[in-house]
């Protein structure tokens, strides 16, 4: 069976962002039942920047009460923490031996993350890609959900599988698709309809947390960047709005439409009262999820469990693989 593989960063909350854009999908896919599903809490990834140990477990584990409030199945996707399933970090490495500086040096994620003193980042934010590669190969992932950010993440993939295959004289490595689709496939700031809603971001109001309670949200909504203007009937009027386009486009991923659907009904309406229905809309969807997150929470030792079950399964795929992988390079084993 095809497998779809994908992660998100245990390196703070979950956004709006990472909830419409990734979680739902990975949902989605889970629920179509055409692939075999393998999600993953990176780990590893998070720190390529510095994480307080305290809050890289906690937030592991949030992460994973976060996938199954939204409906992930840990007996029909495989749930895991990566540092668990060795064999990525294994590959990893390979792939650091495959991959080009070049390549690297090209990756907008790491001149935005690294900044201006390249030098004083980790080698690990450097190689970030190679690992991430190594994340979605380990399974002959052919499909891979994610938000607009990852993009090009995904064509390194593809040039490590090409490269790979090419320099051992195999066709080992498949070549993967990033799958960005639906209205969430780069969500905003509340702040500013240009930047990224990130969890990173020092200001808080410019995103919605997962864990925000029901007052938060509607503050947050109430408070987002708007234009005096009305909701156009059509898309063609959110051209040069980045912040009305932003909110229209939560709206509409949150109710599961298009956004031509949203604005036909919507046309007319001042964001004043749009920004209410918003704000509604998104707690009624919302605080489920937190509260059955909360719940979660309240017994760690389950989702260890669940995590160390999800790496046994995964291990029967990635052991086989990564041994292959070191056949063909002509390891001694
Ligand atoms: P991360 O943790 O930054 O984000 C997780 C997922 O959420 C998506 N996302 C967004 N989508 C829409 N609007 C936004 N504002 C927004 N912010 C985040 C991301 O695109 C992503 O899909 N490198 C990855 C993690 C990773 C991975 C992988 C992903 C590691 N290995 C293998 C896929 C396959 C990352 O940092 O995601």
Redesign the pocket.
Known sequence: TPRV?????P?GGL?L??Y???MTRFVDWQNRGTHETIY?M?DL?AITVPQKPADLTHNTRELCAGFLASGIDPERSILINQSRVPEHAQLGWVFNCVARMGWMGRMTQWKDKAGKNQKAASLGLFA?PA??AA??LLYHGTH???????KQ?IELTRDIATKFNHDYGVDFFPLTEPVIEGA?????SLRDGTK???KSDPVDASRINLTDDADTIARKFRKAKTDPDPLPGSEEGLEGRPDARNLVNIYAALDGRSVAEVLVEKEGAMFGHFKQDLADLAVAKLSPISSEMARLMQDPAEIDRILARGAERAREITVPILERTYEIIGMVR
């Open positions: 593989f994908s992660g998100i960063q390196s956004t962002g990472n419409l854009g990734a993953c990176v990834h970030y690992l991430m994340d979605i891979v959900p994610v938000g607009e950010d990852q993440h969430a496939t780069r969500i905003m990224k809603m990130s």
